[in-house]
């Protein structure tokens, strides 16, 4: 396993935990500010700020993308929402090949509607069906513009309204049923990584009493992004009360031995959501505190 | 699939269902005026009326108890804790029995000190072999008193605080393990029941793209318990925020007729914690609605 003890080459920060900090330019310069080698954007925060502007920001301070976010949310009533959705994917592709992300991140989607508290269905049969047919088009897209898909398992806690993918065990069936050869994605980097993976989010997956034998499973082709916080006990909030990588109670340590031993060797990356407290945060503490984690806790 | 739409003789109120409706017996009388045939009551809210007192209201209303909440909460930091918890597993079978309890429902724990917002451990490992031995040990003396133990998979969402076993597939292979002849509960009116199985509630288990599957691996002798109450988009707590059914996203028919395929025929037990919505409603109106929403939506 990596030592991580002496710098913080290895850190990623997810974009996302500095939502506090103002447009992307600022939290950009912020994380350059702090020896910060590598981010993963979100897309909305990217459009803030346009996206001409945003590659410029990475040439200037050589960052790294070790994710792009995100891509998904297949699930529609109709056809008309679906084809909209795989529209938008397909500008999520092209927005992560034009800034050089290692992946675009897919948080699939569930039930349409459920995500502003009104659903339309109930049916999470029909939605994994859509949610395989719109990564199966996707991925045609994706290959071409050699860009890996990394489908995201949420926590189960998400299961109604943004991921109906919920374990690392159902998103590598998809995996293994949409791209059964592990063909790599020609041209990025040399790297061997198939087509399509997953990204590991240890607050996602940390419950799961089968994650270290289906992140052996993965293995390197297939675990194309490793994101970390913690969980808090108590969580006040479902979706943004996310802790510090230390302030909870994941093993994270532990969760990172497996994956390095599966062949992973990349970032580990940042993605706290916390309303009340990290994004209330200037941003300068918020990463002298990812770092300093970074190298004692992860 | 049984017709639930004519009548409520099987329907079950689990007590914590009117936690805002006052003592155990005040939830009696007013089950009781409903013409409700089963309950499922907490040893708190027993232990505040006295467990005399609640197995003469039992026989004055001719109640069944479609399950009796709650044992389990096995882990410790050391010996003297996990003897305690047996101790404490002991009483709680000595009075299911006492009030004629069809299973014993165990909300098995996790790390110790997380329920109380102080985590002592971040060892789910150790958390889960607290959990299998003090079950093991728990239902040797089960037997004895012919009381079947019914594993209750909670909600990932709860896998820090209240328990590590967080789905069918982890319960179903801790009764295959500890229990593989599937040994019924001698002297349970003469019912076909393994000594050891699950709680099915729609709650805890609905998002599992594994759920048909592993129902049916369970069986009539595993499938000792079914609860509904609905998940709700936007939950808003991670504990007292379940929702009436119907008024969520769980396809409940779909759920029931998995396990009456698998020969389960007995109560379906609401259970819902609600702090702010439906424990706040008068008993009278929370058991109207749960007998409306029993005859047309679940």
């Known amino acids: 396993m990596r030592d991580f003890s002496a710098d913080h080459r290895w850190l990623s920060i997810n974009t996302a935990t500095l939502r506090g900090a ?151 069936d998809l995996c293994d049923a949409l791209d059964p050869s592990r063909n790599g994605a020609l041209g990025v980097e040399g790297r061997d990584r198939a087509a399509l993976g997953v990204a590991v989010d240890v607050y996602h997956v940390w419950w799961d009493p089968k994650l270290e034998a289906q992140i052996a499973r993965a293995g390197r082709e297939r675990l194309l992004a490793f994101h970390v916080c913690d969980w808090l006990t108590p969580t006040r909030d479902l979706l943004e009360d996310r802790g510090m990588m230390g302030d909870g109670v994941i093993d994270i340590p532990q969760i990172r031995g497996w994956v390095e031993a599966a062949g992973f060797a990349g970032y580990s990356e940042v993605e706290i959501f916390s309303r009340d407290d990290w994004w209330m945060r200037p941003a300068d503490e918020v990463l002298a505190t990812c770092i300093l984690r970074h190298r004692t806790v992860v």
Chains 1, 2 share one sequence.
């Open 22 to 172: 103002g447009p992307l330019d600022k939290i950009v310069e912020a994380c350059a500010r702090h020896g910060i080698r590598a981010i993963s954007p979100w897309r909305d925060q990217v459009a803030g700020i346009g996206i001409e502007r945003m590659a410029q920001l990475i040439a200037e301070h050589g960052l790294a993308l070790s994710g792009y976010c995100r891509g998904g949310m297949f699930p529609a009533m109709d056809a008309a929402g679906r084809r909209a959705a795989l529209d938008d994917n397909r500008r999520a592709v092209d927005e992560a090949r034009a800034l050089g992300a290692a992946c675009l991140v897919l948080v699939v989607g569930s039930l349409p509607g459920a995500l502003r508290g009104a659903p339309l269905s109930k049916d999470l049969f029909a939605a994994r069906n859509d949610v395989r047919d719109g990564i199966a088009a996707t991925l045609e897209y994706a290959r071409t513009a050699a860009m890996p898909l990394a489908i995201e398992p949420l926590h189960p806690m998400y299961a109604a309204d943004r991921a109906c993918v919920n374990t690392m065990e159902q998103a590598l």
